[in-house]
């Protein structure tokens, strides 16, 4: 129960580690096989994975000026998916296909909720602190 709740606090607060060890089958099958680019660990951006249609996580707290990158996980032939903001002009990717991110700083805090163009029923928010 120890490991599992520091794990999840690694998820919490590092999200980018947890979706960097995700390559590891049995850590988290959910989000599938996901290979985060050096150049994104090493900038510090939060990471959020697409996959399976989902984005996961599908809501992170992210302080005031953090730039969040959102990576594209799918299995290849996955259709591709956007992170497009609700709020028109805030923020919208072009379609993303698999391995393929898009990144975008929040400079003021708020709730910042987001969908992906092609299929509506995905849905996340980011929550600038
Ligand atoms: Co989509």
């Known amino acids: 129960m ?4 520091l794990l999840l606090v690694a998820c919490l607060s590092v999200a980018l580690a947890c979706v960097s060890e ?3 089958p049995s850590l988290n099958p959910g989000v599938g096989n996901c290979q985060v680019p050096l150049a994104v660990i090493d900038s510090g951006h939060v990471v959020v994975a697409i996959n399976n249609f ?3 996580q599908d809501t992170i707290v992210v302080p005031q000026g953090a730039t969040v990158t959102w990576i594209n996980c799918e299995p290849d032939e996955t259709e591709p998916h ?3 903001s609700d709020t028109a002009g805030v923020w919208g990717s072009p379609d993303l296909t698999t391995g393929a991110r898009f990144s975008h700083t ?3 805090a708020g709730e910042f909720p987001y969908h992906c163009e092609p299929h509506p029923f995905m849905m996340g928010k980011v929550v600038v602190q």
């Not at 120890?2 to 709740?5: C, M, V």
């Open 2 to 5: 120890n490991a599992l709740r």
């Open 22 to 24: 995700r390559t590891g």
């Open 54 to 56: 989902t984005f996961v």
């Open 82 to 84: 956007t992170t497009t």
């Open 106 to 108: 929040f400079g003021a």
